[in-house]
């Protein structure tokens, strides 16, 4: 029963174990969940969200009375033919299910505990436990960011953000919006505002887009990602869109909001370059670089993680998709950031490999349709690893903020005091820099300024994204109160020998 | 050319009728189905929190849930996500000054 609101779910909904649990309704996850329960297994569908579709199909809420959602999409007829299915299936959905952990369940380790708050912003007064067989995580991704001066400035938002409030709440952050940072998202952002009506007088792309051309034949081999961006292109020439390579917004003007940026020409290693930068009005600018896999419950359950081509972490997956630690599959950008496409031919891989698993055939995942599925993958995924190459944050970036530049939004941890921390006192790494500043240690729990401190900590010299060790136990904010009123079954199940994983986290404030 | 368009245009947008909310005691219109951070932007509001130390300016950022920048105290309660929370007839939105419980009883 897709879109019904979480208070709508019996407690039936929580009481027999699931064959698979599945976290996360956008591509990934609506693919896995309907192609197993085709299959015949029982399945729950966890999201945060009030309705289906992820980030890349969220939409308007049913009583904005939208009539052409599609028009604010690519793709639209992929959503329509699983949001199809999805409603034939007996696939049991809990909206507004904030996942906060998931544990090894108490039945010998067989199974799995999916923990969770409820409510729009996971506010609700009904925490709940999901038991299921197996998990499929598809927790999607992130926006990395990357301070300069004037970055905090209201008007100044995320260019993922930007196109999030613009599909579900039909809304603008402005009327003249400089799109900036790097990556492919950036022109879908641009030429969404465009059509919608903001004026867009400025792309502004950090990267070059010669990248791409060094691998012609996965090109070649990914013609439908050339139309993508013939599409965007054209639309960004339709409404007079003037895109900037190798450029980066280098700082905000404003006092109480955006009035102006000021966009600088960058060497190949986003090393701002000598000499004016232009400024141009606009009182809103839309800003990202690029994406970052979501993997905390994966990671703490131990999960084995590789380093992308643009320096994030995702799962390492087997050819059917499975995690390291056997009975906890994943999809999507949690893989590796790859888009809509990649993430359904990898949630329907996971959803027929769950039920060989679950059923003991594991011929089930030797016919055709998966190799075909396989093959569709890893064409995707090698054009995903071009892009993150192609857009590769450069280690001159660590040059935009100025020491009064507040890089933890959170924390108000300025790069000035970053950079005392590693001249003065000897920290290397983020985690020394976070114990000697709070960076990092905030609401978001460094989700925002991960990226940027790691880079920063890692000292003069080198901006390239060194390892980090970002583990949060808790994967969102919990009140103590449900903590303490887990059962002892649930909280200390863990058999993975590793600290308690639901264990209360320092760093993870209580928001309410 | 569509210059004048608005993405509820785009959308072909058909809303149930608005309804009235409040922000720091001055009314707004809010349209059903609309999040808290959705129609304060519609009403050309950006900020609507001022941060514990610095004391400066923030509003939404993020708009998907993660960044917690978009903190706002609603009908009294504080630390609430604008950009999840459904706007409800009659709402009283208040700017979240610091951590929000100056002045409460918790």
């Known amino acids: 029963m897709p879109d019904s609101p979480s208070d709508e779910v019996t407690d039936d909904a929580y009481e027999a174990p699931y064959d698979l649990a599945v976290i996360g309704a956008g591509c990934a996850g609506l693919a896995g969940a309907v192609t197993a329960s085709e299959l015949g297994l029982s399945v729950a569908l966890l999201d945060a969200s009030g309705q289906i579709g992820g980030q890349f199909y969220r939409r308007p809420a049913p009583a904005l009375g939208a009539k052409r959602p599609e028009a604010l999409h690519h793709d639209w007829s992929a959503f329509a033919d699983l949001r199809g299915r999805l409603e034939a299936s007996e696939v049991v959905h809990l909206a507004g299910h904030h996942v906060w952990a998931v544990t090894r369940g108490s039945e010998g380790g067989a199974g799995w505990a999916v923990h969770a708050v409820t409510g729009p912003d996971g506010g609700g007064d009904r925490p709940v436990r999901v038991r299921a067989r197996t998990v499929l995580l598809a927790t999607g991704a992130y926006e990395r960011h990357l301070p300069f001066p004037g970055w905090t400035l209201p008007g100044v938002v995320g260019a993922g953000g930007a196109q999030a409030m613009m599909k579900s709440g039909l809304v603008l952050p402005g009327s003249r919006v400089v799109v900036a940072g790097s990556g492919p998202l950036l022109l879908a952002v641009a030429s969404s505002l465009a059509t919608a009506g903001a004026h867009v007088p400025a792309v502004v792309e950090a990267s070059g887009y010669l990248g791409y051309a060094r691998r012609p034949g996965v090109l070649a081999a990914n013609p439908q990602k050339l139309v993508e961006a013939l599409v965007h292109g054209a639309a960004l020439l339709r409404y007079g869109v003037r895109l900037r390579t190798r450029s980066a917004v280098t700082e905000v003007h404003g006092s109480d909001r955006v009035e102006a940026v000021t966009v600088s020409r960058v060497d190949r290693d986003w090393r701002p370059v000598r000499g004016a930068g232009r400024r141009i009005a606009c009182d809103a600018l839309a800003v990202g670089h690029g994406l970052v896999p979501q993997t905390e419950l994966a990671t703490g359950l131990g999960c084995a993680t590789r380093r992308t081509p643009d320096g994030a972490y995702a799962l390492v997956l087997d050819g059917l998709q499975e995690t390291s630690v056997p009975g906890l599959w994943a999809a999507g950008e949690t893989g590796g950031i790859g888009g809509a496409q990649l993430a359904r031919a990898e949630g329907d891989i996971a959803g027929i490999a769950v039920a060989a698993r679950v059923y003991g055939q594991p011929a089930l995942t030797r016919d055709g349709r998966v190799r075909k599925l396989q093959r569709r993958r890893d064409r995707m995924r090698a054009f995903a690893d071009v892009m993150a190459a192609a857009h590769a944050p450069g280690p001159g970036w660590v040059r935009w903020p100025d020491d009064t530049t507040e890089v933890c939004r959170c924390e108000e941890v300025t790069a000035g005091a970053i950079r005392e921390a590693v001249t003065d006192y000897g920290a290397h790494d983020a985690r020394t820099v976070k114990l000697l500043t709070r960076a990092g240690m905030g609401w978001c729990q460094g989700r925002v300024c991960g990226a940027a401190v790691a880079c920063l900590a890692a000292g003069p010299g080198d901006g390239s994204v060194p390892p980090s060790a970002e583990r949060r136990p808790l994967a969102v904010p919990v009140p103590l109160g449900v903590l303490g009123a887990l059962e002892p079954d649930d909280a200390g199940a863990d058999s993975t020998g590793r600290p308690d994983a639901t264990g209360p986290d320092p760093g993870a404030e209580q928001t309410s | ?106």
């Open chain 2, 1 to 106: 050319m569509a210059r004048d368009r608005t993405p509820a245009e785009l959308a072909g947008a058909a809303p149930e009728a608005a309804f009235e909310i409040t922000f720091d005691g001055r009314a707004l219109p809010a349209l059903p189905g609309q999040s808290v951070a959705a129609a304060l932007w519609s009403a050309g509001i950006v900020a609507w929190r001022t941060t514990r130390r610095g004391g400066r300016a923030r509003g939404a950022f993020c708009g998907i849930g993660q960044c917690y920048d978009c903190l706002v105290v609603i009908n009294d309660r504080p630390n609430r996500r604008a950009c999840l929370v459904p706007a409800r007839p009659g709402d009283t939105i208040t700017t979240q000054e610091g951590d929000g419980h100056a002045g409460l009883a918790v």
